[in-house]
């Protein structure tokens, strides 16, 4: 069982930068690829980026690209992402999660509860 609890949102201009953390409980946390996806107001949640639980593999939806960066730190149980060149369209709450190594929500067994992010233009 793991347990995944998310910070590090906030409120940022077009522009900005926020460092979002992912600390997770349980022996068995980096023995999972972990992921980040987002999900905005009546829109379905998306993939944002995913690390492969050796850290050494990343892939990052296109969105992302270039602005987005993905990490994890296995000692502490914990996992990053580094979100730059913020725009208003980042704007929603982004989830971590646990589980194999794909783009596809389904492929997470565990999800934490969400935080927030707005960008104001």
């Known amino acids: 069982q793991v347990q995944l609890v998310e910070s590090g949102g906030g409120s940022v201009q077009t522009g900005g930068s926020l460092r979002l953390s992912c600390a997770g409980s349980g022996r068995t946390f980096s023995s999972y690829a972990m992921a980040w996806f987002r999900q905005a107001p009546g829109k379905e949640r998306e993939f944002v980026a995913r690390?492969?639980?050796?850290?050494?593999?990343?892939y990052y939806a296109y969105s992302a690209k270039g602005r987005f960066a993905i990490s994890r730190n296995n000692a502490e149980n914990t996992v990053y992402l580094q979100m730059n060149s913020l725009k208003p369209e980042d704007t929603a709450v982004y989830y971590c999660?646990?589980?194999?190594?794909?783009?596809?929500?389904?492929?997470?067994?565990?999800w934490g509860h969400g935080t927030q992010v707005t960008v104001s233009s």
């Open positions: 999660a646990a589980g194999r190594y794909t783009e596809y929500a389904s492929g997470y067994d565990y």
């Open positions: 690390i492969s639980w050796t850290g050494d593999l990343t």
